[in-house]
């Protein structure tokens, strides 16, 4: 069985990320479209070592005949278009916040909640969660089927693709012109990124929070557990790929540091790297291209009752994105490779 797949926002830093999946996972396509604005119509892009893609509009094209479409165009886009390429009996799944929390949509990473996706046939449309977010269910996961987590204060370290590719530029631009004394310009982000650490992603809410702090916060508890209680303070930090987050998690009963290792060590999609020397944790430049997400700095904190401390860093791109969705679409067509199933 093979199946036509779409790839919407194919000219982005996830869009092209999910073409690579794709092709380094061998999913089995019988065709694959990239569609992006009309700005890029025409335009080239990679799928696997060998093919090029000729960018086509979204807004034209007809969804009729595709079986999957993988979008990551941005919210409002996927907000018109998602619907549409669903009506049209393709299944979609979206990497952008706009369905997250549609009841009607599941939200979901394969390794966590896969029984989930079955729940995708009343609107045809998957959601995929915040890279911030799969990175921590991930580490969370087996760790809460030993002992109920009760509350989670995270703090993110978040790399500027996570914004998209002219946040990269941005961070590039800044970088460079900082050291041929070029007065720094501000566009997408709101402060200075280059040498410089920003605690505002997303838009503020009433209660002071970010979007982005709610949305771990939700997130995590849609997928997860309703009941746990998630703090989060989300930071963009001058490095271009890979998310890093410091965890702290309160569990309702005794859950020791060997308790974990030996929990995470059951769970696939997670490696623990933890050796207590001067190179034995994770940085994102380290994990940056790679598929697992990384627990390193695992300790008790004793200032909390069953409390424990860790450091989580994942590819935002990757499994913070484009293989997660890539890994729904394997397991909404059976077809996981060994690897992923093992
Ligand atoms: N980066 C991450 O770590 C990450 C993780 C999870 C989710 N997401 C979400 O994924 C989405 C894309 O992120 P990104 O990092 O790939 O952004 P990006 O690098 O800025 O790419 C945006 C993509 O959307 C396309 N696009 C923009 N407006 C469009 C329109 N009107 N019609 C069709 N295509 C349009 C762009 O095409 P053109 O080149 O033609 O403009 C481009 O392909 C966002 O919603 C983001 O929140 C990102």
Known sequence: ???????????????????????????????VVALASDRSVGREVSFGEDDELSVRDLAKFDFKGFDIALFSPGAKVSAVHAPRAAAAGCVVIDNTSHFRMDPDVPLVVPEVNGHAIARHTKRNIIANPNCSTIQLVMALKPLHDEARIVRVVVATYQSVSGAGKEAMDELFGQTRGIYVNEPVVNQLFTKQIAFNVIPHIDVFMDDGATKEEWKMAVETRKILDPDIKVAATCVRVPVFIGHSEA?????????????????????????????????????????????????????????????????????????GAALNAVQIAEALT?????????
Request: a negative charge; one cysteine or more.
């Open 334 to 342: 059976d077809t996981r490779p060994a690897i992923a199933a093992a």
């Open 247 to 319: 965890v702290n998690v309160e569990f309702d009963e005794p859950f020791s540091e060997q308790d974990a290792r030996e929990a995470w060590a059951g769970m696939p999609g997670v490696a623990v790297v933890d050796h207590r020397a001067d190179d034995g944790y994770v940085t994102p430049v380290e994990c940056a291209g790679e598929d697992d997400v990384y627990v390193s700095r695992v300790r008790e904190d004793p200032t909390v009752a069953n409390g424990l401390s860790f450091w989580v860093v994942a590819d935002n791109l990757r499994k």
């Open 1 to 31: 069985m093979t199946y036509r797949v779409a790839v919407v926002g194919a000219t982005g830093n996830v869009g092209r990320e999910m073409l690579q999946c794709l092709a380094q996972r061998a999913f089995p396509v019988s065709e």
